[in-house]
């Protein structure tokens, strides 16, 4: 008779600890979130985009003042997809020039970024394409 009353104690105090510990562990569980499709969609997109704007000249012609080209790069991309093109001289921290994605606004939520380097003219810049879902 006491060895059964040891047991079912036993038993008891070990399903309370894996209670505690499940109680300890499922609020962390909820609040890490992984990037959902889209947002990994969106920051491919954007390195891919980025690249391109350095390899078609797009990038140094912004950073010499014309932006018509990144403009109407970035109106291409399609609907639900918003992006800022930035060139930050990477001596001073001046940002040289900053295009948004016509059409876009608000404060985006989660972002996703593409960063490269490019040295044009004597000076290196800092590229950055930021992208967000709409």
């Not at 036993?10 to 562990?25: E, I, K, P, Q, R």
């Not at 990994?40 to 000249?57: I, P």
């Not at 014309?66 to 970035?74: G, M, N, P, Q």
């Not at 985006?108 to 380097?117: D, K, L, Y």
Request: proline share 4%; hydrophobic share 45%; with cysteine.
């Amino acid at each position: 008779m006491k060895r059964g009353f040891i047991f079912t104690v036993d038993a008891l105090v070990a399903f309370g600890l894996a209670l505690a510990v499940l109680g300890l562990v499922i609020p962390f569980y909820d609040t890490t979130s992984m990037p959902n499709h889209e947002q990994l969609h969106v920051q491919r997109y954007a390195a891919d985009l980025l690249s391109t704007m350095q390899k078609t000249g797009q990038a140094r012609m912004a950073i010499a003042g014309d932006d018509a080209s990144i403009v109407s790069t970035l109106a291409m991309t399609g609907s639900g997809k918003c992006f800022v093109f930035k060139a930050v001289n990477a001596a001073t921290s001046a940002i040289v020039i900053a295009v948004p994605k016509p059409g876009c606004g608000g404060k985006p939520i989660t972002i996703s970024s593409a960063v490269s380097n490019e040295y044009y003219n004597g000076g290196f810049y800092r590229l950055e394409l930021t992208g967000w879902i709409e």
